[in-house]
C-alpha cells in the first residue's frame, strides 16, 4: 500500500499547486472566471469536477421543466410499453416504473439547477430499461464523454481458467495511447503514474468495493436492456463491427455520458505476472463532443436549444423546410434528429423502410480496435456486414442492420456473402452480432428467411406480427390520411397503404382507419388499448432468396455479448427460438444466465416523427399533441411492439432470451473476435 500514500502525496502536492487537467491544454489562469463554462472553453479536455461546474450553471427554469415533462409525458402515450413497463415479467424484474407518475412528479418537483432536473428526467426514462425509449438532452448528454484510462474486462483466469475476475483489458494501453494520443502524456501526468503496466492487471477493489458490487450499480442505472446480464455485460470493454473498421466500445466502467461526482476512481490492483498489489487513484478526463464554446451562454446558445431538426414538421408544407429532402417526386424522408454519435445503426427515418433500432446515451467514439486483435481482411461484404472463412466455418461479422450502404445494397451485401462463403467450401455459419443495435427490419427478416429456406416460420412472416398503441390522436391521425385529408399517399407512419393484415390477406384498403376498433387489454392492472394485430409488410423481399435451407440449422451458431437490440432481436430471436439454432453469449459473469438479445420492440421511432404526423394532419392543435421541444432534446418510442414466440398473446419483449452457451472469456480469447470464432467452432461442432 506504499504505493498509495506516495501517490497521495504526489496528489496533494499537486492540489496544492492549483495544477489541474484544465490547465494543461491553455494559459495560466491568473483569475477565476466566475462563469464555469468560459473556464474549460476552448478546450477538447477538463476534468469532471470543472465540467460539473459548467452544467450546474445553468438555472433551473419551470417553463423548460413543464415543457420536457409535457413532450415526453404525451409522446409515451404513443410508446407501446408503458404500462407492461410497470411491472414486467420474471425474469426482468428490475423493471418496474410507473414513468407517467415520475414524470407528474417530476413537474411538481423543485431542483438546484437545470441539470439536476435533467438527472431526474434521464433517470426516470432509463429505469423503463428499454432502448428504444431513450431519452437524451443533447444540452448534457454526451457533451463530453468521461473516461478512464482503464477499460475492464471480466476473464476466468487461473487456475483451469476457473476462476472468474475483473481485469484492465490487456489492449488498455494499446487502446487509450492511440485514441487520447494528443493527451496521453498530460493524463499520465496527472495520475501522477504511467498506465502501460496496468495492462492485464486484476482489479481486487474498486472504491474499496468488490468489483461486483460496481456492477450491480451500474447495471440498476444504465438503462437500455431489460435483461440483467446485459446490463452488467456492457460493463465491460467489448468490440463491434463498424462501417469502416473494426471499433473499440470502452464499455460504462471506462466511459460515460454525463460526468461522475468524483475526478477520480480509487483501484486496488494485481499487476499482470506479478503477486504485487498497489492501490492507485485513476483520473477521469472528459473530452468534448462538440464545437468550441466561449462562455455558459455561448453553450446553451449552441446546444441546448431546439434545432431544425428537434421537433416535426409538416411534410406538406411549401416551401419544403430545409430538414425535408424530396427524393424524385414522390418519397420525401426525414433526416435522423439524432447526430450520428448516438444512434448506434444510424438510418434516415425513411418513411419507405422501416427501422428498429437502439439508441444509446453514451456517444459513440470511433476508438479503433487493435490490430492485432482485430480479424484480418474479410472474404465478402461492406459496411457493418463482413465475411470470413475459417476452414468450413463461414463467419459474418454483423455489427448493424443497416450502416454503410443503402437499403437495397443490404440485400445484396448478405446475399452476395453467403454465397461466397458456400462457393469457397462453408458448411456452418457463424453470425456475431456483437454489440448490433439493429437498423433495418426487413433486412433482418430477409437474413431468417434466407438462411432457413422457405417454411411455415419464414413464409409470409419471417419476423413478429405487431401491433401498435392506440390512443384518439392516433386515431385522429389516421382518420385523416384515411379519408383523403392528405395531399399525397405513402408518406406518413399512420398511412394504411403500407400495413397488413395479420391473416395474410394483403395490405389494408386505402380508406382503412386500421387503428379502429381498439383493442382493449388490462395491462397491471391498467385500462389500455392498442390497434388490431399486424402481419408481415416485408415479402416478397427486393433480392431473391433460396428454395431451400442454405444451412442446416444445427451448422448455425449466434453469438454476441447480450448487447443484440431491436432488429438484431428480430433475427436472433427467430432463429433461435423457430429454427433451433445455437446461441452463445460471451464473457458474463459466472451462474447468471445470459439473455442473447433484449430491447426487442417491433418498429422504433421517436417524438420528431410522430410530430410531424401530427402536423402533417393539422392536429397540433388536439389537446393530446405534444408541444414543440423547446431544448436541443430526443425521446424515442417503439412504435409496434412484436408478439411473442413462447406465449403468442404476449409481446416478445420480456419472454426469455437465455443463451445456451455462456462461454467464458480468457486472456487468449477477450475482444478477440477470430479466436472467440475458433473457440465457438471447438465447442458447437467439435470434429471439423
Ligand atoms: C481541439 O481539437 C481540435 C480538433 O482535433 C483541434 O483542432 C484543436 O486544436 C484542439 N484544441 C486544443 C485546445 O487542443
Ligand atoms: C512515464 O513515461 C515517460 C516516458 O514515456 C517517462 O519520461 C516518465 O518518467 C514515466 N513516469 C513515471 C512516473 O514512470
Ligand atoms: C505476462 O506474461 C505473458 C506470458 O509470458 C506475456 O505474454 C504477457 O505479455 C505478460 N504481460 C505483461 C503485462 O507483462
Ligand atoms: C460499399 O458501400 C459503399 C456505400 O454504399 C459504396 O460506395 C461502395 O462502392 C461499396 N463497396 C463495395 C465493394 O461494394
Ligand atoms: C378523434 O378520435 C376519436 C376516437 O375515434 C373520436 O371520438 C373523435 O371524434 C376524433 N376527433 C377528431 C377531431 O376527428
Ligand atoms: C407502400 O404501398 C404502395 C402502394 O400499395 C406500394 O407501391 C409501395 O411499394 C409500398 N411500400 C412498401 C415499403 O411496402
Ligand atoms: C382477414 O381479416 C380481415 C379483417 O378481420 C377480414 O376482413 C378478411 O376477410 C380476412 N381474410 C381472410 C382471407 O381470412
Known sequence: MAGFSLFRTVVAALALAGFSLADLGGELQTRQSADPCAAIAGQNYTVPSKLLACLNSFTFDTTLRDNIVDVVSKSLNFHTSTNYQRNAPFPFVDVHVDVQGELARIKGSTYQSDYELHKDVSSQLKRLFDGHCTYINYCYDSLFVSYLPFPLVNLNHGPGNLLQSAFIAPEAFDVVSKEFAPYIDQWQQLAGFNFTKYSGAKVLLIDDTLPLIQIEKNAQVIGGYQGHSTRQNSFFSSYIRAANEWSYRMGDFAARSLPPTKDYVKMTVVLANSTKIETIKVPFISRTTVSAFTSGADLWDKNCKAKSTTNGVDYFAAPAPSNVARDGDTAIELVDPSPPKFAEPIAPQDRKHPISSFIDVTALTDITLPPGLSPPEPISGNGTARFYLQGKVGVLALGSFSTGAGYEAWFNILNDGLNTLKTQGATHLIVDVTNNGGGYICVANYLHRFLAGPKSTTVPQAGFDTEA????????????????????????????????????????????????????????????????????????????????????????????????????????????????????????????????????????????????????TKLKSNALAPPDFIGNAYQGITWRLGFGFDDKTKPEEWQNHMAKDSVPLTLATVNRPEAIWKELTHRWWPNL
Open 469 to 616: 398503441r392506440y390512443n384518439t390522436l392516433a386515431s385522429n391521425i389516421t382518420q385523416v390520411i384515411a379519408s383523403g385529408g392528405v395531399p399525397e399517399r405513402e408518406v406518413l407512419l399512420y398511412d394504411p397503404v403500407n400495413w397488413s393484415y395479420a391473416n395474410s390477406s394483403g395490405k389494408f384498403p386505402e380508406n382503412l382507419n386500421w387503428l379502429e376498433p381498439p383493442v382493449k387489454k388490462v395491462i397491471n392492472g391498467q385500462q389500455d388499448a392498442f390497434s388490431q394485430r399486424l402481419g408481415d409488410e416485408c415479402q416478397p423481399f427486393p433480392v431473391s432468396v433460396p428454395d431451400a435451407p442454405f444451412f442446416p440449422p444445427e451448422n448455425i451458431g449466434i453469438v454476441n455479448n447480450g448487447r443484440c437490440a431491436s432488429s438484431c432481436s428480430i433475427f436472433t430471436i427467430t432463429m433461435a427460438k423457430l429454427e433451433g439454432v445455437k446461441t452463445a453469449v460471451v464473457g458474463g459473469i459466472t451462474l447468471i444466465p445470459q439473455q442473447y438479445s433484449g430491447t426487442v420492440g417491433g418498429q422504433s421511432t421517436s417524438f420528431t416523427v410522430i410530430d410531424s404526423e401530427i402536423k402533417s
